[in-house]
Nanobody, 125 residues
């Protein structure tokens, strides 16, 4: 059973940066595709970024492209989300997700097997 624990959320002013981390345990991390999703109050859980098991494929939502960067460190069993130029509309609970698969990572939450508990990101204007 894979366990995922996010950290790094917080309160930041618009234009600032945060780096989220998601530490994995209980599985073979190197074989997992990883992704970040976010959910604002009253809204659905939306795709943010995905990283294939070998980092060959990386995908981003249009709303974060050029500002966010996903990376996967197999030695540390951790996936990161570097968030720059943050906007108030980036405010949400951010979740990391994992699936054991070696195809290009999907952008749909239902395709991921394991989830973290989420970390709150709040961007003030």
């Amino acid at each position: 059973q894979v366990q995922l624990v996010e950290s790094g959320g917080g309160l930041v002013q618009a234009g600032g940066s945060l780096r989220l981390s998601c530490a994995a345990s209980g599985g073979t991390f190197s074989g997992y595709a990883m992704a970040w999703f976010r959910q604002a109050p009253g809204k659905e859980r939306d795709f943010v970024a995905a990283n294939s098991w070998d980092s060959q494929w990386k995908y981003y939502a249009d709303s974060v492209k050029g500002r966010f960067t996903i990376s996967k460190d197999n030695a540390k069993n951790t996936v990161f989300l570097q968030m720059n130029s943050l906007k108030p509309e980036d405010t949400a609970v951010y979740f990391c997700a994992a699936r054991s698969d070696k195809t290009p990572p999907p952008r749909t939450a239902a395709n991921y097997t394991y989830w973290g508990q989420g970390t709150q990101v709040t961007v003030s204007s």
